[in-house]
């Protein structure tokens, strides 16, 4: 592979390369280094890869995250569901409206709030992890573990009553709700999108309905609480904060958890630490979201043409904070290219920050902490990660891991 960041050109830019799906941390080291703000001619986007830059644009004005900015965002048919979802949503939401949506879930989320969901949570790990229990051979922890916890969490939180149909049903239409927000979409899936919001929406108001009836103790039912007071909360809104729990909830949890399970694996004598030991786990899962958490980067569009660090950035344009890019600068993290479950995470910036600051970071700590405490639970000493057979989704520089087959021997 002979491509490096010192030499992009449009068909070759280093973001793009196999050297960077192979290994990101190579290439973003370079760029921090060269070219901290760097144009990927492609994509006509920027990639933003030293720490201090990712902080500040996480608060700065002249970038937004609603999709809407985007250049080249395709607006839905006026009147669609798809349309009203796209324009209040946490992201889109005028403020006062985005404070309220905020506010309305904020106690619940609290270290707290999210304490009293520990046992909720617990039931729901188990629920999957019971099946893993004393198996042999080859099982994939991102179908049967990762990926189906935290949409079954959010959907007993939210009280979606605990059924496995009822389940099943509510992560397939969560998944079609999650991909009807991307902002580049045809109109095939945005059919599917559509569709899944008016069943989400309707199911959400017959829940709605019931436990206004007959409160029971979840998110619907404080919500409805909330109703009654001076500043009421409506149907609408309840759709759209459980709709924002989803979307935003489900697959960075899954990925965490899922990446989490990777690096430990890869890090041997730490996972027998962290297996011996499991008060280290709050900052083990700090650590593993510091150390891995994809090549990923987090969408800002520019609101208008202004200068950063000399480059030109035009509005409309995507700048991708980098998680890597950041969470590996050796001005904040001491050799950070080494994992270390003792390590300072203070400085974490997996969560984002400013008025947009994750509303489920204490959610997703603890829940990750129980998905990974159980995993070493089920998953025998001499368990063999199988990285070669790891199926990869590609996006342009985007991965995801899809599948993580483990060897549980016989
Ligand atoms: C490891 C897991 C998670 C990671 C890494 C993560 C990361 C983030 C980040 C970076 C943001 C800010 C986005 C931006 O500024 O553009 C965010 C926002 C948000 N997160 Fe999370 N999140 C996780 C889990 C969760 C969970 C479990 C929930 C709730 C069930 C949740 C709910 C939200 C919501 C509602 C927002 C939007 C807040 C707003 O716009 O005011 N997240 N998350």
Redesign the pocket.
């Known amino acids: 592979m002979s491509a490096t960041a010192s030499e992009p050109t449009s068909a070759n830019d280093p973001l793009l390369s196999e050297a960077y799906f192979e290994k990101p941390e190579d290439i973003l080291a370079e760029l921090r280094e060269n070219d901290p703000v760097h144009y990927i001619e492609p994509l006509d986007a920027w990639m933003i890869t030293r720490y201090d830059d990712v902080r500040q644009l ?1 608060i700065d004005p002249r970038v937004n ?1 609603d999709r809407r900015y985007f250049q080249g965002h395709v607006p839905a048919p006026e009147g669609s569901y798809l349309r009203w979802m796209s324009e209040h949503n ?2 889109s939401a005028p403020e006062d409206e ?1 404070q309220r ?2 506010n309305l ?1 904020s106690k619940t ?1 609290t270290p707290r709030g999210v304490k009293r969901m520990e046992g909720q949570i617990r039931d729901v790990v188990e629920q999957f992890a019971a099946k893993l229990r004393g198996r042999s051979g080859v099982v994939d922890l991102v179908s049967e573990f990762c990926s189906p916890i ?1 949409n079954t ?2 959907s007993r ?1 939210t009280g979606i009553p605990a059924k496995e149909n009822d389940e099943v049903r509510f992560r397939n239409l969560a998944r079609e709700v999650i991909s009807g927000i991307s902002p580049l979409l045809d109109p095939e899936a945005r059919k599917i999108a559509e569709r899944a919001i008016v069943e989400l929406c309707e199911w959400v108001g017959e829940l709605a309905r019931e436990r206004g009836a007959h409160p029971q103790e979840d998110l619907i039912s404080d919500l409805l609480a909330k109703h009654d007071e001076d500043d009421p909360a409506t149907v609408d809104e309840i759709i759209l ?1 459980i709709a ?7 697959e ?2 899954a ?3 899922t990446m989490g399970l990777r690096t430990l694996f890869h890090h041997p004598e730490q996972m027998a630490e962290l297996r011996a030991d499991r008060s280290l786990m709050p900052n083990a899962v700090r650590e593993m ?1 510091r150390f891995d ?1 994809g090549a990923a980067g ?3 569009y520019a609101v208008e043409d202004f200068e950063f660090h000399g480059k030109s950035i035009k509005k409309g344009q995507p700048l991708f904070l980098s ?1 890597k890019g950041a969470h590996r600068d050796p001005s904040v993290f001491p050799d950070p290219d080494r994992f270390d479950l003792h390590r300072d995470t203070r400085d974490l ?13 204490n ?3 603890l ?2 902490g129980i998905m990974l405490d159980a995993a070493l639970d089920v998953i025998p000493e001499d368990a063999k990660l199988l990285d070669d057979q790891i199926e990869w989704m590609r996006m342009a520089m985007f991965s995801r891991v899809e599948s993580l087959p483990v060897d549980f021997g016989q």
């Open positions: 996480f995250n946490f992201f985005h949506m905020r879930v989320m935290p969490v959010i939180i904060v924002g729990l989803v979307a935003a909830g489900s960075t949890t990925v965490g958890a979201l958490f987090l969408p800002r998680f910036t997996i969560f984002g920050r400013g008025t947009h600051y994750c509303i489920g970071a959610l997703a700590q829940e990750m």
